[in-house]
């Protein structure tokens, strides 16, 4: 599998600034090793303890999914005390419930600046909830750490996304089941909110690009919570009857996944016949559901527990150890909680300070050690380098690797593939400090979503 950026940049200042369409790796790790290589200065934080807050769904729907980011994000905390804090302070999380609630996400974000007054905060799932506490965090000058795979098209100052974009998940996904599996019909099945809508919009426009034909592609929305898939299931069981290879697209969300695969199951429809990929389902989620009738539908990640690699089995045993439980899974929205935290805790050495601002400047460029063997690092667009992995559904629950990038691929936080967004890139570096800048008219859009 490749990077397939679908456009002619060449040598446009598009091609040189978004780095990673032709950028190499060995640019990139430079630039992560000099900003670890940096000297840290005093620390000029107050109070007794480092507060560190925890925004994660603890109820609701989005509780099978969010709860474990909690529980990492605490033996992380734990982790980093036991070395002996950061800046010679203890770190002390703070953990508050939005319990699913997209408008309380943002009250509880505000709370967690204003009142508890955390000097970093790892949260939200969804992309509806971040959408909803991204202005508290730029009127605020707050910092968060967005842990999950997104539909792309933004960039703010405020928020570090070290889940995967479009590009390092979805495209690659579909390139897979174009050339292994050769699927020539495609149904973009997805929860009713923002992620999929706009993932959906992406893909669409890149099917198209590859000459698959409108009549061939098959959209379909449902709200979170859905519990009845009989009908829905049915429709995509009929789309695949026309006599083309036909694959399912899932970007559905939650606890609606459960009685998803449940039904694809009951109406006998089997990875063989059309395969699912899924954006959404991981280690954490099948822990809940009888595999048996799954096997052999995918999942594209940035990483997997069945990861063969010497920093993964550290961390599944510490994970192990910590939560009290060796039946808990490890999955990859907890990595990118991991790769974070400890940018952030590298970004606050290097800075000497918690202070939000200097924070922010100095993760850029920062790199740590992934899950999976190499370094991921923090680029000028508030977007880490990712591997690209696709796994198979085993009936232990875990994946098979079938497929996985040769490289790092570099973020494209707005998409190539839709002519609002084909100019814009993201570079929070001064003198441009833009989210949102236009190659063609040289001008900053002048918002960063």
């Excluded at 939005?98 to 204003?114: D, H, I, M, V």
């Excluded at 698959?212 to 829905?232: A, R």
């Excluded at 000497?352 to 850029?364: F, L, Q």
């Excluded at 000028?380 to 690797?401: A, D, R, S, W």
Aim: aromatic share 8%; net charge neutral; proline share 5%.
């Amino acid at each position: 599998m490749t990077n397939k950026d679908g456009s002619a940049r060449g040598n446009t200042l598009l091609g040189r600034v978004r780095q990673g369409v032709g950028a190499t790796l060995a640019a990139t790790a430079m630039l992560g090793a000099a900003a670890i290589m940096a000297p840290a200065a005093h620390a000029q934080g107050t109070g007794p303890t480092i507060k560190v807050g925890i925004l994660h769904s603890l109820s609701g729907t989005m509780a099978i999914s969010e709860t474990t980011l909690k529980d990492v994000m605490l033996m992380l905390i734990d982790e980093q005390n036991k070395k002996g804090g950061l800046l010679g302070k203890k770190l002390e999380p703070v953990v508050v419930d939005p319990a699913s609630n997209w408008p309380l996400f943002a009250e509880k974000a505000r709370q967690l600046l204003t009142v508890d007054k955390v000097a970093a905060v790892f949260g939200c799932w969804t992309s509806v909830s971040r959408k909803s506490v991204l202005p508290v965090f730029e009127e605020t000058g707050g910092i968060l750490f967005y842990p999950v795979q997104y539909e792309g098209q933004e960039s703010s100052k405020n928020i570090f996304y070290t889940g995967a974009a479009p590009n390092q998940q979805a495209i690659p996904a579909v390139d897979y089941l174009m050339s292994e599996d050769k699927v020539q019909r495609w149904v973009l099945a997805g929860t009713d909110y923002v992620y999929p809508r706009t993932t959906n919009q992406i893909l669409e426009a890149y099917l198209k690009s590859k000459g698959v034909k409108s009549e061939d592609i098959m959209i379909n929305y449902t709200p979170f919570g859905q519990s009845d898939w009989q009908s829905i299931v049915s429709e995509i069981k009929k789309f695949g009857s026309a006599g083309k290879k036909t694959a399912v697209v899932s970007t559905i969300n939650g606890d609606a996944n459960v009685p998803f695969y449940k039904e694809l199951g009951n109406q006998g429809i089997k990875a063989t016949d059309i395969p699912v990929v899924a954006f959404s389902v991981g280690e954490e989620e099948l822990a809940g559901m009888d595999t048996t009738p799954l096997v052999g539908h995918l999942a594209a990640w940035n990483y997997f527990e069945s990861v063969k690699a010497p920093a993964n089995t550290a961390f599944i045993n510490e994970w192990h150890t910590f939560i009290k439980n060796p039946k808990r899974t490890t999955n990859d929205p907890m990595e990118a909680a991991y790769i974070g935290f400890n940018m952030w805790v590298k970004a606050v050495q290097k800075a000497g300070t918690v202070d939000p601002a200097k924070v922010i400047d100095a993760m850029i460029g920062v790199s740590v050690p992934n899950l999976t063997g190499g370094y991921s690092t923090m680029m000028p667009n508030h977007h880490i380098t990712k591997p690209v992995l696709i796994g198979e559904i085993q009936k232990n629950g875990q994946f098979n690797v079938v497929s996985q990038t040769p490289g790092l691929l570099v973020a494209q936080e707005w998409s190539p593939y839709v002519a609002e967004t084909k100019d814009l890139i993201a570079d929070w570096r001064a003198p441009m400090s833009c989210g949102n800048f236009n190659v063609v008219t040289g001008k900053c859009g002048g918002s960063a979503k």
